[in-house]
Every structure is written in structure tokens, then in C-alpha cells.
């Protein structure tokens, strides 16, 4: 118990040691090198700035959060759903999967200027970009991992008498779940970049807004606070997704 | 040596089933590319009988279980437990494949109630028919390891486990102890033995090893390949429980040598 509180401690000790390191590294070189803050702002500069300006960001990144977790469940449902059905059934792999790779092909950040045109400044189109980004890997993954079930588990399951319910509660799902939450650490990071882009195109508000924001005062030490609000919400919802394995998964803690 | 809580309970623990099969012929596919896997043959097992299906790899004995069990449709001819045909997947069976199949993400005594919890039997009663049995097998202490946490030999000690919690009629065997070493294979091999000369279950038990099936039948049916065909069928007229050294008996090595003849007629064996 005390020897793994000791090694979960270390883990974040370790990199936070080297990261707070770097951080003074910087601090030195912009300060000695007389840098001017509009190209690169100390450290200080723009950690002050997060606690002078605490309350924009706060409401800027509340919203993009909001944008990151509903469009990832918008792109998550269908992709289970989807994925389960086409790992399934042949059928639907034949109808579904031309329409699935279609999307994939699409470089869909570039309907980002088309829903301006369709919908306004609204959260409709955050939503709807992340989701169909996120969509496909949660797809891949879904489809892969309900593939892992070995077809002489259905024998057993219908011997057993089993319901298609059945089946898919005691057997499908959690046989597929490590590969649906790989999926779901990969897509979470990738929701943040997507959100943000789509504001800084199309929106009035959210940290990519404020970035556009930003770069019109040539205010490049608020550009360096909206990374750090922004990598912080990434970090802690990657987090939150491991948490969620660890609790969904626990048989995975080895 | 301790008294063991009988493996009958309140369920009235059913004796085995009667198998019967007329003209079983099973084909993959149709036209040209059509494989006959399988007959026609005929089984004609007694309830409570130990019956091993011996033969190469290819000679129809996996398909011979699916089509006994229903889970795959027969292509031509019949099959009836008990006196009544089969048409669709029968549920008083317990299967067990070479792989132990255990659910990953459940431990040892909840892959085993996982039977429990689909057919929505009496739980404190399978709980208990699960606990005789895995003092039985020699898995007290294993109830809550995850399958990762035991050997080979256990985990496949978990899956009979799992095949005779409900109590079935029929226990049905496909090379269950192929991936095991030599070691493990002859203490599992004596302890289904005991487990099915207490409960008498009929067994059908597929194997590629000579061994275990005269150290385990009643009966042996030879099989060939292409397609599968039943050849010989060899009674095994030994006492029980048989010896882990089954060298002690000579007709152990006669009727081996039996199998083993026809194996070569067949052309399974080539020696120079």
C-alpha cells in the first residue's frame, strides 16, 4: 500500500520536477535575453495573467469544455452503436462501412467556413465537427474490440439460453471495452484541438475565440494563458477517461 | 480424508441423457466448394455413458459435438436426447472446448455463476452446487482469482466447473486437456473420472490422445477423415476408478495397440 502511494507519487513528482525546471530554464533566458513579451512572455508573465484574467478564462473554457464532452458523446454514441452493428452483422458492415470510410476521407475541418454559412455562431457546429472527427477511431476501436469475442463464447452463450442482452451485457461488451477505451483516450485529446480550431473559425466565444481575440492586440501573453487553460482541460479529461477505465475496468488493475 | 458436501442438492441432480443419431452427415457449403465434414454416421449413447470420439485432426469429431449439442444444423440425418429430436440449441449441456474460454473480466467463481446468472437459477443454491464442485477439482482457494491468476491446468478445472454447475444432462468434451502438460493432463484426467462416476453425466469426450480415452471410456469410436466416418468401435472393459499409471493393466497396452493398428491401417500413421 505505502510502496504504491510511493510510486503513484513519484509518477507525478517526476514529471512535475522536470516540467517546473524547464519553466525556470525559460523564465531565465527570456529575462537575460531582454526577449519582448509580445514574441515570448516569461513564465511569470503569463502565469500572472492567468490570475489577473481568472474569470474570462474561466467562462471561455467552461464553454469549450462543455463543446469538447458534447461533442465527444455526440461522436461516441453513434460510433459504439455503429461499431457494435458492424462488427455484428455482415450486413450492415456491407451498407455502413463505404458510408463510414466516406466520412473518414472527408476533411471535415473544412465544412467549419459551410456551417457558418448554415448556422451561425452557434454551438451547433463546434458539436457537430468534433463528433464527426471523434466518430470514426471510436468506430475502429469499437469494431475491433467486439470482434475480439471469440465465436465459441456464442456457443456458450446459446446453450446457455442466453438473451441477445445477455449476451451483449456479460459477454460483448466488456470483452470489447479495453479497445472501446483506448478509442476513448485517443478521441478525448483530439476533441480539445478540434473544439478549439472550430472557435477560433466560427465562434464568439470559447478559448479558441479568445485566441483570435488575442492575436488582434498582438496580446501573445494571453495566447500563452489559453494554452496552459487549454492543456490543462485536455490533461484532466484524459484523466477523467483513465479514471472512468479504472472503475469500469477494474480487472485491468495489474 | 474429509467429508465432502454432496454434489446432489435440493435440485434432485438429474442422471445423464440418452444420444441418439441416425445417418448425421453435416456439409459446409454448397456446390463445387461444398465440404462433407462429417457421415453418415450413427451414435447410439447410453445415459450415464463415457464415450470418446478418437480420430486424426479433420475427421468430423468437433462438428459430431456441435450437431449433438444443436448449435450447428444438421445437413441430413437426425438427432434426438433423450428421445427427442433436436431442433434447436439444447440447454442442459456443458461444454468444454481445449481453450478454457474463461471470461477475462470475471473471476474464477463468477465465470462459473455466469451460468447462474443467465439461466436466473436459484443463486444460493448454485453457489453451493459451485463450491462442492470446486472442492472437487481441487479449487478452493481459487474463487476469486481472475483467470490471468492461475495456471493452465486450473483454468481448465474452471471451465468443467462452469459445464456442471447447472446440473446438465450431458457433459460435452472437445479435447479439454490438448493445451495442458503432461503433468496436469493425468491429475485432471483422474479427476473427471471421479466427477463422473459420482454424478454419471453422459459424456461425450473428443480426443487425439489414445491414452485418454481408453484411461477414460466405456467406449471408444475410431474415427476417419474425409469424411468423418466412424470405423471401429472399441468397449473398454476395465475396472474403475482406472490407475493414473495405466501401464499396471496389460489390456490397457492391447487395447491401445488396437487404436493404434487402426490408425495405421488408416494411413494416419506412416512409419518407414
Known amino acids: 500500500m505505502i510502496a504504491a502511494a510511493a510510486r503513484t507519487g513519484r509518477a507525478v513528482l517526476e514529471p512535475a520536477l522536470w516540467f517546473a525546471g524547464l519553466l525556470v530554464i525559460w523564465e531565465g533566458v527570456v529575462r537575460l535575453g531582454e526577449v519582448p513579451s509580445f514574441l515570448l512572455p516569461a513564465p511569470s508573465d503569463f502565469l500572472a495573467r492567468i490570475a489577473e484574467d481568472h474569470a474570462r478564462l474561466a467562462y471561455h473554457g467552461a464553454q469549450t469544455t462543455k463543446m469538447i464532452v458534447y461533442g465527444f458523446i455526440a461522436g461516441a454514441v453513434p460510433g459504439l452503436v455503429l461499431g457494435y452493428m458492424i462488427a455484428r452483422w455482415r450486413l450492415c458492415e456491407q451498407l455502413l462501412y463505404p458510408l463510414v470510410v466516406f466520412i473518414q476521407g472527408l476533411p471535415k475541418i473544412t465544412l467549419a467556413p459551410l456551417m457558418l454559412v448554415w448556422f451561425g455562431f452557434s454551438d451547433f457546429p463546434k458539436i457537430l465537427l468534433t463528433a464527426l472527427i471523434t466518430f470514426f477511431p471510436i468506430l475502429v476501436d469499437a469494431v475491433a474490440g467486439f470482434r475480439s469475442v471469440d465465436r465459441r463464447h456464442y456457443y456458450l452463450t446459446r446453450s446457455t439460453g442466453a438473451s441477445w442482452w445477455q449476451t451483449f451485457r456479460f459477454i460483448e461488451l466488456p470483452t470489447a471495452a479495453p479497445a472501446i477505451f483506448s478509442g476513448f483516450k485517443i478521441t478525448i485529446v483530439v476533441a480539445v484541438t478540434v473544439v478549439i480550431v472550430v472557435e477560433w473559425l466560427n465562434s464568439n466565444n470559447g478559448l479558441g475565440y479568445l485566441v483570435l481575440r488575442a492575436m488582434d492586440s498582438s496580446d501573445t501573453t494571453l495566447i500563452f494563458a489559453v494554452l496552459v487553460v487549454g492543456s490543462t482541460i485536455g490533461v484532466v479529461l484524459s484523466y477523467a477517461v483513465a479514471l472512468a477505465e479504472r472503475w469500469f475496468l477494474p480487472w485491468r488493475r495489474r | 480424508m474429509n467429508a465432502l458436501q454432496p454434489l446432489r442438492t435440493a435440485t434432485g441432480s438429474t442422471r445423464g441423457a440418452s444420444i441418439t443419431a441416425h445417418n448425421l452427415t453435416k456439409v459446409y457449403g454448397s456446390g463445387p466448394s461444398a ?238
Not at chain 2, 83 to 91: K, Q
Open chain 2, 35 to 272: 465440404f462433407h465434414a462429417l457421415g453418415p454416421i450413427d451414435l447410439d449413447i447410453a445415459p450415464g455413458e463415457f464415450v470418446s470420439l478418437i480420430g486424426p485432426s479433420g475427421c468430423g469429431k468437433s462438428t459430431t459435438m456441435l450437431l449433438v449439442s444443436g448449435l450447428e444444423p444438421v445437413s441430413d440425418g437426425s438427432v434426438a436426447v433423450d428421445g427427442r429430436p433436436l431442433t434447436a440449441p439444447i440447454s442442459e449441456v456443458g461444454i468444454v472446448f481445449q481453450d478454457h474460454l474463461l471470461l477475462e473480466f470475471r473471476t474464477a467463481m463468477n465465470n462459473v455463476m455466469l451460468q447462474q446468472q443467465i439461466r436466473g437459477l436459484g443463486r444460493a443454491e448454485m453457489r453451493a452446487r459451485a463450491d462442492a464442485l470446486f472442492e472437487r477439482l481441487g479449487l478452493t482457494g481459487a474463487e476469486d482469482r481472475y483467470p490471468w491468476q492461475l495456471s493452465g491446468g486450473m483454468r481448465q478445472r474452471v471451465s468443467i466447473a462452469r459445464a456442471l454447475v447447472h446440473d446438465p444432462t450431458m457433459l460435452l468434451m472437445d479435447e479439454p486437456f490438448g493445451a495442458l502438460d503432461a503433468i496436469s493432463r493425468t491429475q485432471i484426467r483422474h479427476d473427471l473420472e471421479m466427477l463422473w462416476m459420482e454424478t454419471k453425466k453422459t459424456v461425450l469426450f473428443i480426443t487425439h490422445s489414445i491414452e485418454e480415452a481408453v484411461g477414460l471410456s466405456d467406449r471408444v469410436l475410431v474415427m476417419s477423415t474425409s469424411p468423418g466416418r466412424i470405423v471401429e468401435e472399441i468397449r473398454i472393459d476395465l475396472p474403475r476408478p482406472r490407475p493414473a499409471h495405466l501401464g499396471e493393466y496389460p489390456e490397457f497396452s492391447t487395447y491401445a495397440r488396437r487404436i493404434f493398428d487402426i490408425f495405421e491401417k488408416l494411413g494416419v500413421y506412416r512409419f518407414k
